[in-house]
């Protein structure tokens, strides 16, 4: 089955500065690949997600990157505000087929971000 | 009113105990979910169901059974609680023609 490492497990950045958290995944045939944020005390919401026919979705001050060859793909903040601060989540699936609406997910990245 | 709704929110139990969490959901989908989710890993799928006639085991199934009463209701339940039980739990829906997942609040559970 489909195996998702995500990296760092906690990330601590100062306001304004950049946050990458970064994931790879084991399964050639996953081709789709959301992100999620998990606020205290609420479960998780997905933000931002991209298709393996695209390299590249921006969202705002969100973007995401997928490389297909190398298997990873991976979360870009931009100007991060402590509002940003919670548990992000990367994931994968095929989409089609039985499979569809599984999705494997990452270990989760701690994001804090200081005023 | 929450499209995901998960009761109770935080359960205490003893080791033994059978204990059921109830899901929800006003957003008419056919595909539920049950989650656990263990700091450093991540959420793991317990069962999911993408109708009302259709069971399926998750990657961490056993010590859990499940129930879906209707479209709109997926029940987990503990048989027989044990301490690594312990966990966040949430419940999930979607729709066959998206991918996102639409995640319940939490129930917290702690088997002691």
């Known amino acids: 089955g489909e195996n998702v490492e995500q990296h760092p497990s906690t990330l601590s950045v100062q306001e304004g500065d950049s946050a990458v958290i970064k994931c790879t995944y084991s399964?050639?045939?996953?081709?789709?690949f959301p992100w999620y944020k998990q606020e205290l005390g609420k479960g998780p919401q997905l933000i931002i997600d991209?298709?393996?026919?695209?390299g590249e979705k921006k969202d705002q001050r969100i973007a995401v990157t997928l490389n297909k060859t190398a298997k990873h793909f991976s979360l870009h903040i931009t100007e991060t505000q402590p509002e940003d601060s919670a548990v992000y989540f990367c994931?994968?699936?095929?989409?089609?087929?039985?499979?569809?609406?599984?999705?494997?997910f990452g270990q989760g990245t701690i994001l804090t971000v200081h005023p | 009113d929450a499209d995901v709704t998960q009761t109770p929110r935080n359960r205490i139990t003893k080791t033994g105990k059978r204990i059921m969490l109830e899901c929800s959901q006003t957003?008419?989908?056919?595909?539920m979910y049950w989650y656990r989710q263990d700091p450093g890993l991540g959420l793991r799928l317990i069962y999911y169901?993408?109708?009302?006639?259709?069971?399926n085991k998750g990657e961490i199934s056993d010590g859990y059974s499940v129930s879906r009463q209707a479209q709109a209701k997926f029940s987990l339940s503990l048989e027989s609680a044990i301490p690594n039980q312990t966990a966040l739990y949430f419940c999930?829906?979607?729709?066959?023609?998206?991918?996102?997942?639409?995640f319940g609040p939490g129930t917290r559970l702690t088997v002691t």
């Open positions: 991209i298709r393996s026919n695209v």
């Open positions: 957003k008419g989908h056919d595909r």
């Open positions: 169901s993408f109708d009302v006639k259709d069971i």
């Open positions: 999930a829906t979607s729709d066959p023609k998206w991918n996102e997942q639409y």
């Open positions: 399964d050639s045939a996953s081709n789709y």
């Open positions: 994931a994968s699936t095929f989409s089609g087929g039985t499979s569809y609406g599984k999705l494997t």
